[in-house]
């Protein structure tokens, strides 16, 4: 499946099993979503399109980064 590309400069949207298989992230991408979906909805990271989920890598990215130094500072 090809990635959906949104606007000429952004980065494009990618299926979950796409994403995973071309950005190997370093958490389990179901947990995640199932966890902090309005999170990631919030963030631009996670985009729903009838039962289709779509990710944009950019956001999830700096999202991800974003959790993880708020957990940092709380801990």
Request: charged residues 25%; proline residues 11%.
């Amino acid at each position: 499946m090809e990635p959906i590309q949104t606007k000429p400069s952004e980065p494009p949207l990618l299926g979950v099993e796409d994403f995973i298989a071309t950005h190997n992230p370093p958490v389990n991408m179901r947990w995640t979503i199932s966890k902090h979906y309005p999170e990631l909805v919030a963030a631009g990271a996670l985009l729903r399109i009838g039962r289709k989920l779509l990710i944009s890598p950019q956001h999830f990215w700096e999202w991800l980064r974003e959790r993880g130094r708020r957990e940092a500072e709380a801990a």
